[in-house]
């Protein structure tokens, strides 16, 4: 009971709104998704992403979940040769959308469409579509799966390349409006396996912010692809930067650390810091955190409890005489 008072405080002690999915803080340019044929060295381990969004109990009002870019063609996408991708994009909610264990891993596998479908769209090559926005819904917010450690409902929205292997760049936004994005107060969006298109920049940083929760003591990091493009580091209230061991190409790495006891009850931000030289370019990246039992960590757009900054502490010691 604790663990969820905090949660819920920690959520209303924050003035959240739904922002686009990344979000600015994550500093992240797109979502990424390949079609099924890709070769994994292209850097998507399983052709598929799943993300939750999650809609505050008090608001009654219809939403709307909005796509930008869903087809996999044209201007901000990765060809691989001719276009020949098909991605679908299937929004779920109801019981069982968000709680079933499966919906929760990093594969596509057993249950993890659980939950009642109320919304699906396939995309090709489709210059309709390329650079624009399309819309999901109306959705009343009780259609999602009510959860009350969250205080709220949970939509799921699970993109996959069901064909071809070009590379599908795109992002995410909850709004109250059907034509334009309208931000939703106390909304938030979450996943427990991140996909994503490096900048090319290497001046850009890029961030993810897992929560860390009471019963956390440790945490193991997975990152696939990295393609040894610079540094990623852990930063915390109580770190200045913590190194971690960065995977190359089309290969896993990990490593582990112990989570100190001003981080409990915080978000980290895991920071992506490309190297300059030689540089790497169109560098797509998968990353997860899981606990010492093995569950997986979310990571939430808008942190929880605020971006991590780090508190230098400073000893005063008197003079000795």
């Known amino acids: ?43 998507d381990d399983d052709y598929s992403q799943t993300f939750f969004f999650l809609i505050p109990k008090e608001y009654t009002n219809p939403i709307f979940i909005r796509v930008f870019d ?16 098909r991605m679908t994009y299937s929004v779920y909610g109801g019981e069982k959308c968000h709680s079933d264990e499966d919906a929760k891993g990093i594969d596509p596998v057993g249950n993890y469409r659980s939950g009642n479908l109320l919304a699906t769209k396939s995309f090709a090559v489709n210059p309709r579509y390329d650079n624009k926005w399309y819309t999901f819904g109306p959705f009343n917010p009780t259609e999602g799966e009510l959860d009350e450690k969250y205080g709220g409902f949970i939509f799921k929205m699970i993109c996959e390349g069901v064909s071809g ?26 996943a427990y396996e991140y996909s994503f298109r490096m900048h090319n920049d290497p001046n850009e940083v890029s961030h993810i912010y897992p929560y860390i929760d009471q019963r956390t003591i440790s945490v193991e990091q997975k990152n696939f692809d990295w393609d040894r493009d610079g540094i990623i580091r852990v930063v915390s209230v109580g770190r200045a930067g913590l190194p971690c061991k960065i ?16 981080e409990i009850n915080t978000s980290l931000d895991f920071q992506f810091i490309k190297r300059k030289s030689p540089p790497v370019k169109n560098n797509n990246v998968v990353v997860s955190v899981k606990n010492q039992y093995g569950e997986l960590l979310p990571f939430y757009t808008i942190p929880i409890g605020g971006v991590p900054k780090y508190k230098y502490s400073i000893g005063v010691k008197k003079k000795s005489k």
Do not use: H
């Open 1 to 43: 009971m604790r663990q969820l008072i905090i949660i819920l405080f920690i959520f209303y002690c924050f003035d959240l709104l739904a922002q686009p999915v990344p979000a600015e803080d994550e500093n992240i340019p797109f979502l990424m998704t390949f079609g099924n044929k890709a070769a994994k060295s292209w850097g």
């Open 70 to 85: 869903p087809d996999c063609g044209g201007l901000v996408d990765e060809a691989n040769g001719s276009w020949d991708t």
């Open 165 to 190: 292997d070009d590379g599908n760049m795109y992002r995410y936004f909850v709004s109250t409006s059907q034509n334009e994005n309208k931000r939703i107060e106390g909304a938030n969006a979450f």
């Open 247 to 262: 995977s190359g190409d089309n290969a896993w790495e990990q490593s582990q650390f112990k989570i100190l006891e001003e």
